[in-house]
């Protein structure tokens, strides 16, 4: 990928974290408000996480605001990532909000996978740390609903889905770079061609009847500069008979 396509990707990186960014800090705010009222050490422990929340992503919504972000992107996102699951990993044993933590793990792994373009082996990584955060959680707290094994299927299938939307995103980043680098090669192979030839060659607009393109010989036969050929064949007084 060239520099300029680098670029282009992080600005949209960065544009895509804002939009992500946003729904985890309103939630964040919400959740203050609902556990501020609330006393005791589940209220203590809830608002700590909801506190810690609000501050990670708001931290991560102005860093996108930087040059800094856009070259540094996958290391601080997956930090702050890693964080808001350990964050709500201990609201959802300590807090006694195991849905919540649920809710939250499934999103940010098909979040994640679905507007950050890193690869496969990184989002892998990613699941595995909201599976562990998931583990952990039922090892402190067991659930007695008998829902367990269904909220485990529904993680397995967010993290298969994620995966998947990682893998077919990057096989079509693939291709598509390597149709262009086949369409360059083809023109830069062409251009060859036209260059090379020993007839003066014009490539004229029939519409409009300008001059688009002209070979090495046109250039050395006619005495004029690439320059000046953006112009009708008429206006630069090339035949004698016109």
């Not at 729904?23 to 909801?50: K, M």
């Not at 040059?67 to 990993?89: C, G, H, K, Q």
């Not at 086949?182 to 060659?201: C, P």
Request: glycine share 6%; aromatic share 10%; charged share 20%.
């Amino acid at each position: 990928m060239d520099s300029r396509a680098s670029t282009m990707r992080d600005a949209w990186v960065a544009r895509m974290v804002q939009f992500g960014s946003g729904p985890i800090l309103i939630l964040a705010l919400l959740n203050i408000v609902e556990f501020y009222p609330t006393s005791g050490a589940r209220g203590s422990w809830a608002l700590s996480c909801s506190l810690l929340n609000f501050v990670l992503s708001a931290s991560c919504l102005s860093l996108t605001f930087t040059r800094w972000f856009t070259r540094n992107w996958r290391p601080v996102v997956f930090f702050l990532l890693t964080a808001l699951v350990a964050s709500d990993t201990v609201l959802g044993t300590l807090g006694h909000e195991p849905m919540l933590l649920f809710l939250s793990l499934i999103l940010l792994m098909i979040g994640a996978a679905s507007v950050l373009p890193w690869s496969t082996r990184v989002q892998v990584l990613f699941n595995l740390v909201c599976v562990a955060a998931w583990t952990i959680k039922s090892l402190s707290a067991p659930a007695l609903d008998g829902k367990e094994p269904y909220r485990i299927a529904g993680l397995i299938s967010a993290a298969a889905l994620s995966w998947f939307s990682c893998y077919a995103r990057g096989r079509f980043v693939r291709e598509h770079e390597e149709s262009e680098r086949i369409i360059r090669e083809s023109e830069g192979a062409l251009r060859q061609i036209f260059d090379a030839n020993t007839d003066a060659i014009t490539l004229i607009d029939f519409a409009t009847r300008r001059i688009q393109d002209v070979n090495e010989q046109f250039v050395r036969l006619s005495g004029f500069r690439r320059e000046e050929v953006g112009k009708t064949t008429d206006g630069l007084n090339l035949w004698a008979d016109p």
